[in-house]
């Protein structure tokens, strides 16, 4: 009795585990194209590795070739040395949206190639991926395209959680670092950390929410200049609001990371963005089965009324001899045909084909984020089987609109 009083004292008197983060650093070895000069290269690069070994943090970086100067051999090689291990982030960062996939898996085998050589020579091997923009695949086809090629060549699209506008910053810190100007350069760290401090909260938040658990976190960085003057403080930040950074393999050893979420859309996310979207399709097409379901039920009893419940009040329906406007002359039309339980029989609707639609939307963040799902097509075959009479059978295709929480019939084409 004792000994389980004090399990449980000391159980309520640990504090919860700190949340595991990976810091990932894309576009390597210097980030955007306003840094030429060879010594400013240098100074980013130990900014940013100085910053990370401060805090024990084993990051991944991603490099994208079209990045790399002469001499910049030396900084990748400074990443490594101090721990770090190195990605692919292509050789051009072209978007997967905006060009053929045999263009885009070209370029981003260029780069494997030309990595994994680099790697090679220096007794590191080559694990990673990070897609340019997020940007996973606009087409079923091209999503898969670049699975195929990514499972082919070994390569793991090491997904991001926190996705943000840290990259957005960049310019105005250059900008008021060559203009001397200090208050600018102060504005710009304040804006840059709070942004950070709102994504790092808005996704862990989205995260906790999908898995029912603190969520395991992968931060997404670039390397630039104004991270190299600001990451110490980020960390800092990040450490007091119970965070340990951890490194690759234990974050990504996570369930959660597990299996990447088919999403075909034209813009990137952040996985737990991509999950939301999952789950709201898979919901939708549940709640869309599910009312079809109690139609059905509503015609075999014989009320029309609770059947007709589920067509907007303007909806249209269409059959092969006309078009019917608005719920009340559908029920109306239907009452005509059907004039009793025993004309109407027992209904079955055979579902075929579910298709759900949805887009972006811009988030609070200034990012653009899937939307909720804004319609569902379905394609049914519908069986009446009536006493005495030979089986009625037909397709529909019926298209859905959200209505409050549910859903409601807005058009009907029946044949
Ligand atoms: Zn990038």
Redo the contacts with the bound molecule.
């Keep these: 009795m004792l000994a389980l009083a004090l399990t449980g004292l000391l159980a309520a008197a640990t504090p919860d585990p700190a949340r595991p983060l990976l810091v990932t650093v894309?576009?390597l070895p210097i980030?955007g194209g306003s840094h030429e000069d060879a010594a400013e290269r240098r100074r980013i690069t130990d900014g940013l590795l100085a910053a990370l070994a401060k805090h024990r943090i084993p990051a991944v970086g991603?490099v994208?070739w079209k990045n790399f100067r002469e001499g910049d051999q030396a900084l990748l090689d400074a990443w490594l040395q101090r721990g770090h291990e190195l990605g692919n982030?292509t050789d051009r960062?072209l978007s997967l949206t905006s060009n053929e996939a045999e263009v885009w898996i070209a370029d981003g085998e260029r780069a494997r190639e030309r990595l994994l050589a680099f790697l090679r020579a220096r007794g590191h091997a080559l694990r990673f991926f990070?897609f340019?923009?997020l940007n996973e695949g606009d087409s079923e086809a091209k999503l898969d395209a670049a699975r195929t090629w990514l499972a082919q060549t070994g390569q793991r699209n090491l997904t991001v959680t926190i996705d943000d506008q840290d990259w957005s910053f960049e310019e105005p810190w250059v900008a008021a670092e060559r203009a001397g100007d200090a208050a600018a350069l102060a504005g710009v760290a304040e804006d840059y950390l709070a942004a950070l401090r709102l994504s790092v909260r808005h996704h862990e938040a989205s995260g906790d929410r999908l898995l029912g658990r603190r969520s395991p976190q992968v931060l997404l960085l670039?390397a630039n200049a104004v991270g190299a003057a600001n990451w110490d403080r980020l960390f800092t930040w990040l450490e007091g609001t119970g965070h340990r950074f951890a490194g690759a393999d234990e974050v990504l050893a996570d369930p959660a990371f597990s299996e990447l979420p088919r999403v075909v859309a034209t813009h990137g996310f952040g996985l737990w963005d991509r999950l939301a979207v999952t789950r709201r399709e898979a919901e939708a097409r549940d709640e869309v089965a599910q009312l079809l379901a109690r139609q059905a039920e509503a015609w075999t009893r014989g009320d029309l009324e609770a059947f007709c419940a589920a067509y907007a009040e303007d909806a249209t329906f269409l059959t092969p001899s006309g078009s019917t406007h608005g719920r009340q002359q559908v029920l109306e039309r239907y009452r005509l045909r059907y004039p009793g339980r025993e004309a109407m029989g027992a209904l079955t609707l055979e579902l075929l084909e579910t298709r759900t639609a949805w887009g972006t939307e811009i988030s609070l963040l200034d990012d653009a984020v899937p939307s909720r799902i804004h319609a569902v097509s379905v394609v049914a075959r519908w069986t009446l089987r009536r006493a005495g009479q030979p089986d009625a059978t037909g397709l529909t295709l019926l298209a859905l609109r959200p209505r409050g929480d549910g859903w409601q019939i807005v058009q009907d084409a029946s044949m």
């Design positions: 894309d576009d980030a991603f994208t982030h960062h990070r340019p923009f670039h």
